[in-house]
């Protein structure tokens, strides 16, 4: 093992690399290699090494190259830990498109408002991410009063991509109409606009996603000369965003520079703020901001109760406590006899829990909050909570509880279907089909 500053280089394989590396002190590991067993290899040593950790707990992002196995594995995401190591499965495929949709939809809402249009040129995994992620999102838009997002899909096997999205996503065609256009995006035809034609007019904006670089920026130059009345901007999907986009980067009152964008699927899709956001954070966050709804509705402000401060406000102390309660979403609902998909619907009604399981899973979360406070040098004492000294009167028995304090972990696992509907899953009951949830990989 060589090591240059903050550079280590050997086989992350190796428990002996990980820890020069300083895994044992991170608070976060991000495994990138090419190969999807090789990354679950390194996560598990990750966790070999952490093994003897208590209270430490260390992120471990694990990139899923396979689409399809990553939407199937992210569920895991769901599941309760016993390790101090919180795995969080990303896809770069996926994290791209998320960084991507927003751009694209304020550019529809710019371009053409009264009838979305949303132009698909090649359909790789990305593009079939974005077109779902589009779809989802135009159906919760604010401001939107039933217009659908009509999406135009081109490539020799737009027909065959439009009815797998289909039927993975039932509710996709209440929302958007998608029109598919057999049409080789490579061939002279294409470049002389011949399928612009079919295309329509309204197209607010367009997204190419070939999968391999050089075809992206050819057939998105192609597009943009042959339509040069249209204003619309371009985002060609690449690897990265240097390469062969610095091409353009001199360019000087010619239509690709105005309207070509390129987009690197690999610089966005591993962006910090998408990378640190996994599937815990969000329901961290959800869970936080559940509680400060409740606390003001009983009059707390910040000034009674500092733990209501935003997110980004918080201790690192209540951050890692919301994210150990989402740690635990999984055990909950596993005592309810419940399990967590993937949501292909949309629209599906999310799952209403029992008094007798709402009180089964409030009993199991103030228990598990009460060994996390005892495990942080709390104890307990009648008078009011003290942070500073490390004080609490609920470290009791959830029988000594008032009613009142009962309710604080009564409202969080009513609410916990709805904050797995955030991060794009479904809660269902085992026995029965979940409602949002396909048989195929998304």
Known sequence: MREYGAVVIGDARDTGVLE???????SHLVVVCGDDGVNADIAARAGDVMADQHRHVLTCHVHVADPALWAQLRVRDTASRATPVRLHLFSVVDAAAEALVPVALASIQAQAPESPHLLMVGVDPVGEHVIARAARSWSTAPGRVGERLRITVVDERASAAAARLSARYPRLADVCTLVPLDVDV???AFE?????????PGVGAACVTT????AAMAVGMALVHASPRERYPVYVCTTHERGLGLLLTDAVETPEAGRLRIFGTFERGCSPDLLLRGTNELLARAIHDEYIRNQASRGQT?????AMRPWEQLSDVLRESNRRQADHIGAKLDAVGCGVGPMRDWDAPLVTFTKDEVERMGRMEHARWVEERMADGWHFDPGPKDEAGKTSPYLVEWEVLKDEVRDFDRNTVREMPMFLARAGFVVYRRGAAPSGSGSEAG
Request: charge should be neutral; hydrophobic fraction near 35%; avoid cysteine.
């Open 192 to 200: 002389r606009g011949d399928a612009l034609a079919a295309i329509g």
């Open 20 to 26: 020069g590396a300083g895994v044992r002190s991170a």
């Open 211 to 214: 999968g391999e670089d050089a």
């Open 186 to 188: 490579r061939s002279p």
């Open 302 to 306: 910040v000034g009674t109760n500092p």
